[in-house]
């Protein structure tokens, strides 16, 4: 077993590194922002709501998984994010808030899942798994 | 290691096993900035890389699944642990393959990168599995990113402890 960084480690990490950004700066320039959008929330794969987000919005959805756990949405100036969890990592809440189309938040320990779509887009990218 | 007896092997393992345990859970105790939903430092995987090195697969499977077992009875609860093991028992699976065919090329720490990223993308799988949707692969980038930096310091820090780990058994060997 080599002892130390070679010259093939290196090439690996870059190449991860080279394709990685490419792929960000790709998935980034697929985000539109939009005025028509709906924010559909799951919960266990179900869907549990739809919302349709205008700027002039504020409102407080409390989605509440078959576990006992919690999340507390709020949703306001066209912006949704998680004011509240129950789940111990609160890494849905640290997700901070969306408003493009195909952001989203996820919190895994909840099986809560928002996606944000834009209906006046017509190209198609993004459809709901059923 | 051949030298070792039956005994000796278990008492390691479970002293690895165990270190690898209390990793993960001093792990979940650092605050570290929020980059992605799952990027975490994988300290553990240092304990199974270098089981991975001097036992071999079989004993690193084990090493995994029980640390999962324990670490979901201990401060996780039973879907983090679906995570955890499937997770685990992959990336041990890429990196002992990695130990095996390509130790000629890289060194611990392009073993370690790539379990990282094996790591990564079965957590992603299963994650898309259970929600059933495909869009959670969009964090794959930014988590394969976050797996280089973790996965180098993994491999690096699995190079010392192999080393200490190797020679301290062949002196337990020297003196059975």
Known sequence: MKKKINKYDMGLIAGIIIINVLLIVYGGSQFVKSNNKTAYIYSENRLVREYVITDDIADEITIESETGGYNRLRIEGGQIWIQDASCPDKICMYQGKISRNGEMITCLPNGLFIKIVDESDESGIDFIAE | ?176
Do not use: W
């Open chain 2, 1 to 176: 290691m051949n030298t070792m007896n039956k005994t000796q092997r278990y008492i390691f393992l479970s002293l690895l096993t165990a270190a690898a345990l209390i990793l993960s859970i001093i792990e979940g105790m650092i605050p570290l900035p929020y980059i992605a939903p799952g990027a975490k430092l994988g300290l553990s995987n240092i304990v199974i890389l270098s089981v991975v090195v001097v036992f071999g697969f079989k004993d690193a499977f084990l090493v995994v699944v029980i640390r999962s077992i324990l670490l979901m009875l201990i401060a996780t609860n039973p879907i983090t642990f679906i995570y955890s093991i499937t997770s685990g028992i992959v990336s041990t699976i890429v990196m002992a393959l990695g130990c095996k065919y390509l130790k000629n090329i890289f060194s611990l720490i392009g073993i370690s990168v790539l379990g990282a990223m094996a790591h990564n993308s079965t957590q992603i799988t299963v994650a898309a599995i259970l929600f059933t949707t495909m869009d959670l692969y969009y964090y794959l980038p930014i988590l394969s990113l976050v797996s280089i930096f973790t996965g180098c310091f993994v491999g690096y820090t699995a190079i010392f402890v192999t080393d200490n780990l190797e020679k301290t058994l062949l002196k337990l060997g020297r003196e059975a």
